[in-house]
């Protein structure tokens, strides 16, 4: 049985303060869960907040990784420095794919160094509404994969599916049509030679304690990738919860 997990994208938020009392929050909320939770705070909280965690079971995960070991890449972070604090990395979301120029080939390298370095990437796809207005989800979400994935990865990884469209706007997308989506994804997964039964997929976009339960209670949507919904101790903690509710 594929163990849910519930991961929290603070993105580019918190001060200081702020991650130190998020991260007390949700160790004190949701540390006795048998749901894998994961937070996700910027790489200059990584240290506070895993000390924070000690001792609990939330694991963390870095919001992006570079692909080289070490060397002169001013202002990146190698897969071996992420590897010492977390367990996890995000790997092509949405917002470094179109602002920060994350290519397909990028993401493939980011992809297999994490995998290399012995952290599980958190791999988001997903379409935007002009691909997903003219019928070509299906295709993007296909390419991303394969691109990200052209040989069975040698480890353990997640994948989020991300429709653009959904992220921070307050609306998700149909849970039917996400669990469409992630069974193609499974399906996908298993044509690449990965270990889809294995698999966690995730769902993510808008995410909220109020419409959670629909995608949970998929039989391909086992958690979820949450931005502003993370950022709140207690709306995380019930996200959680109903993830450990709906799935046990
Ligand atoms: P959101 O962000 O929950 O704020 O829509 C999701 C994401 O970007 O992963």
Redesign the pocket.
């Known amino acids: 049985m594929r163990r849910p997990l519930v991961a929290g994208?603070w993105?580019m938020n918190t001060s200081y303060a702020e991650a130190q009392a998020l991260a007390q929050g949700i160790r004190e909320r949701a540390s006795a869960s048998p749901v894998e939770v994961v937070l996700c705070p910027p790489f200059v909280w990584l240290d506070l907040v895993r000390r924070i965690l000690a001792d609990t079971d939330i694991a963390l995960g870095a919001q992006d990784v570079f692909w080289e070991d070490h060397g002169p890449y001013t202002g990146e972070v190698s897969p071996a420095q992420v590897r010492e604090l977390c367990k996890y990395v995000i790997v092509g979301?949405?917002?470094r794919r179109t602002l920060f120029n994350d290519t397909y080939e990028a993401v493939r390298k980011k992809c297999s160094a994490a995998i290399a370095a012995g952290l599980v990437p958190i791999l988001?796809v997903g379409e935007d509404a002009a691909e997903r207005e003219s019928g070509r989800t299906e295709e993007v979400v296909c390419a991303e994969l394969a691109a990200a994935l052209p040989e069975p990865p040698s480890g353990p990884i997640v994948v989020?599916y991300?429709p653009i469209w959904?992220?921070?706007?307050g609306y998700p997308a149909d849970p039917e049509e996400a669990q469409r989506i992630a069974r193609l994804i499974r399906s996908q997964l298993a044509q690449l030679g990965c270990d889809d039964e294995n698999t966690p997929i995730l769902y993510?976009?808008?995410?909220s304690a109020a419409t959670f339960e629909g995608f949970v209670s998929q039989p391909d949507i086992d958690g979820a990738?949450?931005?502003?919904?993370s950022l709140d101790a207690e709306q995380f903690a019930l996200l959680v919860e109903i993830a450990s509710r709906t799935q046990f």
């Open positions: 994208n993105k979301h949405s917002e988001a989020a991300e959904a992220i921070g706007r993510g976009g808008s995410v990738l949450v931005g502003s919904a």
